[in-house]
């Protein structure tokens, strides 16, 4: 969050200003309510800048009875923002990591990926981001992020180009060490129907 955020009031104007610019009356009786309608909206898409993603997996679990095989979560929806056109970024993320006697509890994991999802984004950077932040507070074994999202500054606008995705990978400790555990956790995912960065 900035440290000197400008007021609702002015945020609302900046609303009012880029629809006048684009060519509309923001004072007409459909566009009145508008600049507020926005600044809540962007309240919500932009919620994870009041939300600390290292405070979300202190909590953990030690008592797992000596399991130290691979946790996965699959198909974590989220919808985020990109930082050049701010257009909306809808896809899934992924999750592996191999526990070091610690685990976090699983609504945890989704939490995470929704804290950096709301905020500005680009793919690769919210990759990093998730698996650097699970690595640094669990300190696993290992861990592997795989994000796969349709961008609608470039489906909707730009080069137009609907249907097409990208897929973003990180794989710390073991998974990028280990070629094995590296395809064990690939193995696990469904993304599309099939594994994107299995011959990789």
Not at 129 to 155: F, K, N, R, Y
Not at 186 to 191: D, G, H, K, T, W
């Amino acid at each position: 969050m900035s440290a000197n955020p400008p007021s609702r009031e002015a945020a609302e104007q900046a609303v009012r200003t880029l629809i006048q610019w684009a060519g509309d009356d923001p004072d007409r009786e459909g566009l009145l309510d508008t600049p507020a309608r926005v600044v809540r909206a962007y309240e919500e898409f932009f919620a994870g800048y009041n939300a600390d993603p290292t405070a979300i997996l202190e909590r953990t679990f030690s008592e797992v009875e000596g399991y130290d095989e691979m946790i996965v979560m699959n198909d974590i929806r989220f919808e985020s923002h990109c930082e050049h056109h701010v257009a909306p970024i809808i896809g899934k993320a992924h999750i592996g990591y191999i526990p070091d006697r610690r685990v976090v509890g699983i609504s945890k994991l989704a939490r995470l990926v929704e804290v950096y999802a709301k905020r500005l984004q680009i793919q690769e950077k919210m990759t990093v981001q998730i698996a650097d932040t699970l690595h640094d507070v669990l300190q696993p074994l290992g861990v592997g992020v795989v994000i796969e999202a349709s961008h609608q500054c470039m489906t909707t606008r730009g080069i137009h180009k609907p249907g097409a995705s990208l897929v973003t990978s990180r794989m710390l400790g073991s998974f990028r060490k280990d070629p094995a555990t590296r395809r064990e956790f690939l193995r696990m995912l469904s993304l599309s129907g099939g594994d994107p960065l299995a011959n990789t």
